[in-house]
């Protein structure tokens, strides 16, 4: 059963450390999304990918905030310099085809103190 | 721009009582729906979808959903509600293509015997 692989589950870091959440998304999906879930916010956008190229990324913090895609089976999404309000669990998902649904991952819970 | 509201943030029944969760969309062009179901530190599944194929739809766990233009809705129902579908749920319509998925705040479902 094929599945979107985010890693780590769980990090915790101070204020103003680096962190860096990875997915690997379902083999053959070229779109790749980042999400993020806040009780406050709900589920908000942060950024998405199609073959690789990022199309949005509107919903980021662009100070602080990047995502990449090194290559096909790897997403990345960094935060330098960390800050309380970054506390959430980001998701990332992949599709393959418009309109077609999306497949999540577990998510990383990252709470920075 | 397309957007989904979900009507009441949490929903209470009892076990073997109907459920019904409440959706209702805004679309400029013909909206692609999904209903996803959220467990506790888990990801999103998708439960169903509509594509316009056909109006009931039906998904996982004896879920299913009426698309209905006429009222922009999207609910979600379940004759007999379980235990086991305690959790969280969400409404999505899927916008511009790309698999992008704008999703509501969601619905939490308590199930009590």
């Known amino acids: 059963d094929a599945r979107v692989t985010q890693t780590p589950r769980h990090k915790v870091t101070e204020m103003g450390q680096e962190v860096t959440m990875r997915c690997q998304p379902i083999?053959?999906?070229?779109?790749v999304f980042w999400y993020r879930q806040t009780m406050m916010q709900g589920l908000e956008l942060l950024a998405y990918?199609?073959?690789?190229?990022?199309?949005?990324d509107s919903g980021m913090p662009k100070d602080r905030f990047s995502a990449e895609m090194p290559d096909a089976t790897l997403a990345t999404l960094k935060i330098q310099p960390s800050e309380p309000r970054d506390s959430a669990v980001y998701f990332c998902?992949?599709?393959?085809?418009?309109?077609?649904?999306?497949?999540f991952g577990n998510g990383t819970r990252l709470t920075v103190t | 721009a397309q957007s989904v509201t979900q009507l009441g943030s949490h929903v209470s029944v009892s076990e073997g009582a109907l459920v019904l969760l409440r959706c209702n969309y805004s679309s400029s062009v013909p909206p692609y729906l999904f209903w996803y179901v959220q467990y506790p530190n888990q990801g999103l599944q998708l439960l169903l979808k509509y594509t316009s194929a056909a109006t009931l739809v039906k998904g996982i766990n004896g879920f299913e959903a009426e698309f209905k233009k006429s009222e922009t809705s999207f609910h979600l129902t379940k004759p007999s509600a379980h235990m086991s579908d305690a959790a969280e749920y969400f409404c999505?319509?899927?916008?511009?293509?790309?698999?992008?998925?704008?999703f509501g705040a969601g619905t939490r479902l308590a199930v009590h015997p």
């Open positions: 998902a992949s599709g393959f085809k418009d309109n077609s649904p999306l497949h």
């Open positions: 990918f199609r073959n690789r190229a990022p199309l949005d």
């Open positions: 999505a319509v899927s916008s511009g293509g790309y698999n992008k998925l704008i």
């Open positions: 083999l053959g999906h070229n779109t």
